[in-house]
C-alpha cells in the first residue's frame, strides 16, 4: 500500500491534534494517521493501522489525564497533554504545513512558515553544503541552538529541544532526533523544498518564488 497522501484526510488529522480537548480514540486515529503519512517506508495494512490505533487509544487511556470539565458527556482529554506524555515514549507526528504564506515579491524576501524548526534544518542543509549525513546535520542544529538560535532551548542526550509554534511558558518543548529529522527531511523533500542529488541534499533555488504552491502539496 502506498502512503496516505490525501491532504483532507491529513488536515482533519492535524486539527483534532491542535484542538484543545478531543476523544483518546479520536486522538489516536490522527496521531497513527499523521505518523503513517510521514513515514519513509510504505504504509502498513489496514489491519495493522487498525490495531495501532487500538493500541495508542489504550494507552491514552491509561494515562488518567484531566478531562474536560465542560464536557461532562463525552470522555476528551487534551492532545498537547498526550504529546508531552508521549515524550521519550513514542513518536510523535510533526506539524504539516498546510497554510501557504503570501508569496514574496523579491528573491530576498522573509519567507515565513507556519511551524518554527523548518527554516533551521533548511538552514542547517545549506551550512552543511548539502551534506546527506543526518548526523552532521544534526551537529549544525546543536551548534544553533547552542548559540541560542530561535526556536531551540537545550540540547539533552536525547536530542535537541525546541519550541513549537503554540508552545506557551509551562509547555513541555519539543524534541528533534535523528529519527524525527528524519522524517522532516523526507516531508521537506516531498513538498519539493529541497532534492536529494548524489547522496546530497538540494536546497532548491526556486523554493522562495514556488513555495505557495508547493506549500499546498499535502
Same mark, same amino acid.
Given at each position: ?17 491542535? +484542538? ?52 461532562? +458527556? ?36 522573509? $519567507?515565513?512558515?507556519?511551524?518554527? $524548526? ?89 523554493? +522562495? ?10
Amino acid at each position: 500500500m502506498t502512503k496516505l497522501k490525501s491532504k483532507p484526510i491529513l488536515k482533519r488529522a492535524s486539527h483534532i491534534l491542535s +484542538q484543545e480537548f478531543s476523544t483518546p480514540k479520536d486522538i489516536a486515529w490522527a496521531w497513527v494517521t499523521l505518523l503513517m503519512s510521514q513515514e519513509e517506508e510504505k504504509r502498513d495494512s489496514e489491519e495493522k493501522r487498525y490495531s495501532r490505533i487500538t493500541e495508542f487509544e489504550a494507552w491514552i487511556l491509561g494515562l488518567d489525564l484531566p478531562r474536560d470539565s465542560k464536557n461532562t +458527556q463525552v470522555h476528551t482529554v487534551s492532545p498537547e497533554a498526550v504529546k508531552n506524555s508521549a515524550r521519550n515514549v513514542f513518536e510523535w507526528p510533526h506539524e504539516y504545513i498546510f497554510e501557504a504564506p503570501i508569496s514574496p515579491n523579491h528573491p530576498d524576501s522573509k $519567507i515565513t512558515y507556519s511551524d518554527t $524548526i523548518t527554516k533551521p534544518i533548511l538552514d542547517a542543509v545549506k551550512d552543511a553544503g548539502g551534506a546527506a549525513d543526518r548526523a552532521a546535520l544534526m551537529a549544525i542544529l546543536e551548534g544553533y541552538a547552542k548559540e541560542g538560535k530561535e526556536p531551540f532551548v537545550n540540547v539533552t542526550a536525547e536530542g535537541i529541544e525546541w519550541k513549537g509554534s503554540n508552545w506557551s511558558e509551562g509547555d513541555k518543548y519539543n524534541l528533534l532526533t535523528i529519527k524525527s529529522l528524519n522524517n522532516r527531511l523526507t516531508n521537506l523533500r516531498k513538498k519539493e523544498l529541497i532534492e536529494l542529488t548524489h547522496k546530497s541534499w538540494t536546497v532548491l533555488l526556486g523554493y +522562495q518564488k514556488g513555495l505557495s504552491s508547493v506549500l499546498n502539496r499535502a
